[in-house]
């Protein structure tokens, strides 16, 4: 069924004021949240922040129930951090690396990831090396099947990059990792929310994600998923009364669920507001909005030809809602700034988020406007027109 736009416009009232075509950096919050949030500011500036938080309770648990609904996993698996760095960083700082250790990683993965990588080889003298792409500019499968030997430790990959629309064979690489028993580490930040994510289908053990985006939650906000197998096994790189009870002097036990990768003291509101979300996109429906994301990005990528000099930079055989494009004789920082005095919002990806799929393809900079399911055929045409103008 087709998704009502207009229900979903009315529902977000960021709809009124601009062109938001930047959704891949914040996603235009719905009432629904936007309640759920200031509503527990105001709780906790009425009664009392850890009054508020009791008062919430079951708000604050249906969190992970709804999380776990949507990619299908145990609400024990599931822990709320801040952000999908963090996220990601808990669970990577986690795994115990030892010297000759591989790490198997995309060309397109993201910068903070990649300079963890680097980090650790440097402290543990585990190695990174980038499976290459395949002729569509995924990761290639085969090739990944290629380098895998008994040193492997880890499969980590960004399912969609932050620099365009590629969607990398999530589900194909878990394959090959469980084939192998290899852990398997999904950066989904730009795809939760826009597509189904399901981890079993997909077959990762770790997966990290933003609230954010095309979640369109709460900034600050974002959860991680353990696989209840490996919880065990992964002792967070920090702890705190949260993650851990100390029982004696010299001793304390981590939590038993994923909950121990959390802290303490956390953004309850975000939380009550993440949980809302989810809820939200599970009641539109992740088909519904994967369908009509997709049929706007194909609409954009159509549309960019057509200006003169107008190139689509989006790699992939499957593509998602993230348009990547440039200009000839435009910088994509100018087209930004001209952009937003008409209410326009899009952004740009800079070589430094994934330097190696930039420097492969000689790209220093791309505009990047990424479509959500509220967005219309009309306000991709008047962003084209406005670029147009500039030519
Ligand atoms: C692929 C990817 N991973 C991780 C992140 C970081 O997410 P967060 O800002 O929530 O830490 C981003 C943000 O743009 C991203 O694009």
Redesign the pocket.
Known sequence: MALDVARARAETPGCANVIHLNN?GAGLMPSPVLNALTGHLELEANIGGYEAAAHAADALEHTYDAIARLISCHRDEVAVIE????A?DMAFYSIPFRPGDRILTAVSE?G??YMAFLQVAKRTGAQVEVVPNDEYGQLSVEALRGMIDERVKLIAV?H???NGGLVNPAAAIGQVAREHGVTYLL?A??SVGQMPIDVNAIGCDILAA?G?KYLRGPRAT?FLYVRRALLDQLEPPFVDVHAARWTAKDEYVLRPDARRFENWETYMAGKIGLGVAVEYAMAWGLDAIHARVNALADHLRAAIPTLPGGKVRDLGAERCGIVSFTVDGLDPERIKHELAPHKINVTVSSRGSTRIDMEQRGLTDMVRASVHYFNTEDEIERMIGAVRRMV
């Not at 952000?83 to 963090?86: D, E, F, K, L």
Request: charged share 15%; hydrophobic share 20%; net charge positive.
């Open positions: 891949a952000n999908a760095t963090r990601w993201y903070s990831n960004t969609v990059p932050t950066d930040c730009q933003t954010r974002g």
